[in-house]
């Protein structure tokens, strides 16, 4: 734990934002430095335990695929060494884990693509036999294929609020037709060929979630993370048939695990209602969901 960054403390830049993972500080007026910690937050929350190694593995994961999707759409990298706009103090701080990105405008609209039904997906589909306005055929199951990746926008919430599923049509009335289309579109030809780079390793990458900003010229650009287990689902191919069979969700490289973990807990005899503070994570936790994170990396990258 010795070596896990939960927070961030520089000095040398104008703290720009916490998030629930990244810091990001303020470098001229044109550029950010996006600081991935060790925090780890799910449904919202933001648990007290770092995980070991989970923004490194975060940030190469993020620079990996910006290099594999750089024809599809520009992204917020500048090319810098993040290292070199902080005091030599600091550099152990940023080394590995960092971003020196473009500010851009961002967009309030979250770009989700599933390929699969899970989460709240296959919940909204179990009431609806639809996902964000979008109709699917009858019959599926939970962790099945979809016959078509599918677009299913939400809405950005401010910090600690729940991101909220919308239509389509939604993000036309918040951001006009053309934009909305055009992230789509982009949002959409990203995730096919994500997902078919993944499968050649052997993941599968049920759903993902992509934003965007507009440069100074109002060009789309690709930004934050992208195709982190942080902002999908990475399922092995090997036991996915099975899971798939049967209805349950396949083994995942993403906070899944721990999600499952925060499910079980009682505090005083009553499930964890899902608000701050957080239950403490036991040490086998932390241990196997950074474990899972490196998997992922190793399986990826080779």
């Keep these: 734990m010795s070596n ?3 927070t961030s ?9 916490r998030g629930k993972v990244r810091d990001n500080y303020v470098v001229g007026n044109d550029r950010i430095l996006m600081v ?15 995980i070991p190694g989970k923004g490194v593995l975060l940030t190469q994961m993020a620079m990996f695929w910006f290099g594999k999707l ?6 917020h990298l500048t090319g810098e060494l993040a ?16 971003m020196l990105v473009k500010r851009l405008k961002p967009i309030m609209v979250e770009a989700v693509v599933r390929g699969y039904l899970a989460g709240s997906g296959w919940k909204e589909y179990q009431e609806s036999q639809s996902v964000c306005g979008v109709k699917l055929p009858p019959g599926l199951t939970n962790s099945a294929r979809l016959p078509e990746p599918i677009y ?8 600690g609020e729940h991101d909220e599923n919308i239509s389509f049509a939604r993000t036309v009335e918040m951001i006009g037709p053309e934009l909305a289309g055009k992230i789509r579109d982009i949002s959409l030809a990203l995730y096919r060929e994500a997902a078919a780079i993944a499968l ?15 440069d100074e010229l109002g060009q789309l650009v690709l930004m934050d993370e992208v195709l982190t287990p942080d902002s999908s689902r990475y399922w092995p191919v090997e036991g996915y048939e099975d899971a798939a069979a049967k209805g349950e969700n396949p083994p995942s490289y993403d906070k899944q695990f721990v999600r499952d973990w925060l499910e079980q807990v009682r505090i005083n005899g009553q499930p964890w209602d899902k608000t701050p503070p957080a239950p403490r994570l036991p040490q086998d936790v932390i241990v196997k969901t950074a474990a899972k994170y490196r998997e992922a990396l190793e399986r990826l990258t080779g």
């Design 4 to 6: 896990a960054l939960h």
């Design 152 to 159: 299913t926008p939400a809405a950005k919430a401010a910090a």
């Design 36 to 50: 991935a910690s060790d925090r780890l937050s799910a449904f919202d929350v933001i648990m007290g335990e770092p």
């Design 70 to 75: 750089g024809h599809l759409c520009p992204n």
């Design 200 to 214: 050649t390793k052997g993941l599968i990458i049920a759903d993902t979630k992509f934003e965007f900003g507009l």
């Design 83 to 98: 290292e070199s706009v902080v005091s030599s103090a600091e550099v152990a701080q940023v080394a590995g884990r960092s």
């Design 9 to 17: 403390s520089l000095t040398s830049l104008p703290l720009l934002a």
